[in-house]
């Protein structure tokens, strides 16, 4: 069974994708709006500052939550999830590379990071490929 570029997936109360696709939204938004807009933990700040500059830092840092918030309401929207969860790989993949190249040592732990963010596109394309 390949996956299905539909045009959008209505959440279903009895599928444990759609209660997936609201975990995996809820992950973008709490890291784009609380730890990245509203700065509840301002180490991602100095990851954004380290890799992209002090001077830009703090718009950059809101931008990027901007678009992390961006892409949780994308996948709560239930709208070409396959691409969405397309998006969401390769903005991880990008940005786990950038940060451990350039910001390793204000990483928690950057193994942990990759298993995290491994499970969590795990279950993105879960709910891509479980036939909805």
Known sequence: MGARIVQIIPFAVTQP?????LGIAAVWLVFGLVFKVFERL???????????????ARPLTIAIGLGEAGIGLWMLSGRYVAVC?????????AMNTL???????LLI???????????????????VFAGH
């Open 99 to 105: 940060e451990i190249r350039r910001a390793r040592e």
């Open 17 to 21: 994708s759609s209660w997936i696709r």
């Open 42 to 56: 301002p180490r991602h700040r100095a990851i954004v500052a380290r890799v992209l500059g002090d001077a830009w």
């Open 109 to 127: 732990t950057p193994w942990g990071m990759i298993a995290a963010n491994t499970v969590l596109l795990t279950a993105g394309w879960y709910v």
């Open 85 to 93: 969860v397309a998006v969401q790989s390769a903005a991880i993949i």
